[in-house]
């Protein structure tokens, strides 16, 4: 129901126109202080003479503790308490801590799979799987009374997703554990996928879409991970309006069916219960689930970067007065051999204060700041990354900066309090590891999840204690590569003097541009054509019948479109008259005149207030594509010359036309009414926009239910909101008003 009569509105009306690394943040136990001794100084007492004559000097203040005077307790060996570890008959491993400190008992299902497993052209599903898990209703309640149990229970049912692991987790009080128990497992289980909470989710995740260029410092890192990694695999590629838009209900069903098995799932819960019972009480609550898949394996990242990888890469932003950066390289495991040293060398580069970088561009820019560390993941590398921001101004001078300061930490050792306050950092933050029995049980679930040593955190903590300074540099020359950083610079190159260039290094644009929604035709087959006869049948059934559909001579259709550009919002009273076979008009009152179109199947005419000429183009596609979908000629689909349906997903039929368009119908599966249509609109430039209409409020008018309200989306974006005031079928229409011009 999108309108050619759009695109000339503003031409006749210008007026309308990564998993969490050892190492925590920094937080020092309670020191020993032993300040030393202040200096014994004559005092004096108050002057009596008059006030022009100078006082006596005062008695100096004590002075006060050193920092280098504070003592810390050496760290001990981190204990890890016992966890209760059992496997069910069907493949489900089941890690169970009790704490009865307070009446909670909280779990987490952690499984094999994750975004790295997104289809190319359905990046987005695992997101999309997830939200919709939880909110889309499970078993057989619905997403609101899943909500109100819920609520009623004080407990929590989550998701999350991660490029390598998704989770499920839950909390309850001890009374509530059965019923809440028993919603986890239908939200981890049995999710229902609600096609409104599809709905809901995929317009969130379009908003996010189109704000992620909002945050300079996020473009930074979000573009050096990209270009490192490549933006076309997945480790570097991002979700785009047209593969959030190509992801059906049905994927939502067979990404879940592949990757939510007994086999592929860990379930770790702590708190307030009787391991025994929590035992018995696991068993019987999962032993139903017997899903089986072939075991998951996820994608490995390429070696190295390309060549192109090298440089600087420039994302212009005009908007911003900071200019952000990123400088960096692919790092590695948590487990490489020299990971602690690594680290060790990153905190004194650029992280716990003092660090070289801030010391040495403290005095270039009050607007100067800039960290570095070496991030590593469990299976997948992370990044070496020194970031920051500076003014436009200083932009070289701190890259300079930054080379320089990584030639020296590759040149010659560091200091022994560099070393000292960087490790000193490093193992106290290892303190809130283990400091509370969720931290213990989440580690442990972790390492067995990448399937690390129980013990690592211990071995982590020996191997900070025994580096060295030769260590550092030892590293620092092997592992550090400067002369193939990437840099990504974030801000308005005009307003960098000198300009990056003067670097001496490659210099490549970044393109922001988020690209248009675009949704293609799907391909049918025997079992999909056949299949999409039969939900035809049933939602034609649901309206009326096809007799009543085909019986349809003529009909009239009144409404008023609210349409919203976001800075203003628009009134059109809209007419559109159809007579069997194909002669259709359209007529719309806006504020500036009349908009009229007329076409009979092969030609037409469109009269503006400037006049009247023949369709073609751009307006001739419009009109043909608005005669196909009209109602009573779409939902009988294939019954129509040229026209053919086949089934996309289980509540998702796509219709052929005789022009070449298509539109998707979503049908309710509960009551086989039709729900909404998705199609591709039409622009004079870029890829056509996704369009979407939502119908709602149906009436009945001659034996056919049919919409009175209709939303309309466009690339995600609220577009306009119809009222349809007037319907009319069977009205006696006259071809020669139809025909007739302004």
């Not at 100067?368 to 993941?377: E, K, M, Q």
Request: glycine share 8%.
């Amino acid at each position: 129901m999108k309108r050619w009569w759009l695109v000339l509105l503003m031409a006749a009306c210008p007026l309308l126109a990564q998993p969490p690394t050892p190492a925590s943040p920094l937080v020092y136990p309670q020191p020993n202080i032993e300040p030393k001794k202040p200096s014994a100084k004559p005092g004096a007492t108050p002057a009596t003479a008059p006030v022009k004559t100078p006082s006596p000097a005062r008695a100096a203040a004590p002075a006060g503790p050193s920092y280098k005077d504070l003592r810390y307790t050496p760290l001990r060996a981190i204990p890890v308490p016992q966890v209760d570890t059992t496997t069910l008959a069907n493949g489900l491993r089941i890690y169970l801590l009790e704490d009865h400190e307070l009446p909670l008992v909280n779990g987490t299902a952690l499984v094999h799979t994750g975004t790295l497993l997104d289809p190319p052209g359905k990046v987005g599903l695992a997101n999309l799987a997830l939200t919709v898990m939880r909110t889309g209703g499970a078993g057989t309640a619905s997403a609101s009374q899943v909500n109100a149990r819920l609520e009623d229970l004080a407990g929590t049912v989550e998701t999350a997703v991660s490029p390598n692991n998704a989770t499920v987790s839950f909390s309850s009080l001890t009374e509530g554990v059965p019923e809440v128990l028993a919603i986890f497992k239908e939200v981890l289980t049995a999710p229902q996928f609600s096609e409104d909470k599809i709905d809901e989710a995929r317009t969130q995740m379009r908003n996010a879409i189109s704000h992620r260029n909002e945050d300079a410092g996020n473009i930074a890192q979000r573009e050096i991970a990209e270009i490192l990694f490549g933006r076309d695999t997945p480790f570097g590629r991002e979700q785009q309006y047209a593969t959030v838009g190509n992801i059906l209900r049905s994927d939502l069903q067979t990404f879940h069916a592949r990757y939510f098995f007994p086999k592929n799932t860990l379930l770790a819960i702590r708190g307030d219960f009787d391991t025994a019972q929590m035992k018995a009480r696991l068993a019987k609550l999962f032993g139903d689930w017997t899903a089986d898949q072939p075991p998951v394996e996820f994608p490995k990242p390429a070696a190295a970067p390309g060549p192109e990888a090298a440089g600087i890469h420039v994302a212009p932003k005009k908007d911003i007065t900071q200019t952000y950066f990123a400088i960096g390289q692919i790092s590695g495991l948590l487990n490489d051999k020299d990971y602690a040293a690594l680290a060790i060398m990153a905190d004194i580069l650029g992280g716990s204060s003092p660090n070289r970088l801030m010391q040495r561009l403290r005095g270039q820019s009050s607007r100067t700041t800039v960290t570095a560390r070496w991030d590593a993941g469990y299976d997948l590398p992370g990044l070496f990354a020194i970031t920051g921001t500076t003014e436009a101004l200083s932009i070289v001078d701190t890259l300079k900066a930054v080379q320089e300061e990584v030639a020296r930490i590759r040149s010659s050792e560091v200091s022994e309090e560099e070393l000292k306050i960087a490790k000193d950092t490093a193992l106290n933050s290892l303190v809130f590891a283990f400091d509370t029995k969720a931290k213990t049980l989440n580690r442990l679930l972790t390492y067995e999840y990448y399937g690390y040593p129980a013990d690592f955190i211990d071995r982590y903590q020996k191997a900070l204690e025994a580096v060295t300074r030769a260590d550092v540099l030892r590293v620092a020359k092997e592992r550090l590569k400067p002369e193939a950083f990437t840099t990504v610079v974030v801000g308005d190159p005009n307003n960098f003097i000198p300009p990056v260039e003067s670097l001496n290094l490659p210099v490549h644009p970044i393109d922001l541009t988020i690209p248009e929604p675009k949704m293609t035709a799907s391909k049918p087959d025997a079992a999909s054509l056949a299949k999409g006869k039969a939900m035809l049948a049933r939602l034609q059934q649901a309206i009326g019948g096809l007799d009543k559909l085909s019986a349809v001579k003529d009909s009239t259709l009144v409404a008023q479109y609210v349409i919203d550009s976001g800075s203003r919002v628009t009134p059109v009273k809209h007419t559109e008259r159809w007579m069997a076979p194909m002669h259709y008009r359209e007529d719309n009152e806006l504020g500036g005149g009349v908009i009229s179109s007329y076409f009979d199947g092969q030609y037409g005419w469109i009269s503006v207030p400037g006049g009247t000429v023949p369709l073609s183009g751009l307006t001739l596609k419009q009109v043909q594509g608005n005669l196909f979908r009209q109602y009573q000629l779409l939902l009988q689909g294939g019954t129509l010359p040229g026209t053919s349906v086949n089934a996309v997903d289980d509540q998702t039929i796509e219709v052929s036309g005789p022009f070449g368009q298509w539109a998707r119908v979503v049908v309710d599966p509960a009551t086989g009414m039709p729900l909404k249509i998705r199609y591709e609109g039409v622009t004079r430039s870029g890829p056509p926009p996704l369009t979407e209409e939502s119908w709602s409020d149906f009436k009945e008018v001659d034996g056919l239910k049919v919409p009175s309200k209709i939303t309309i989306m466009e690339g995600g974006r609220k577009y306009a909101d119809v009222t349809i005031s007037d319907y009319r079928l069977n009205s006696g229409l006259k071809l020669a008003d139809l025909e007739k011009r302004p």
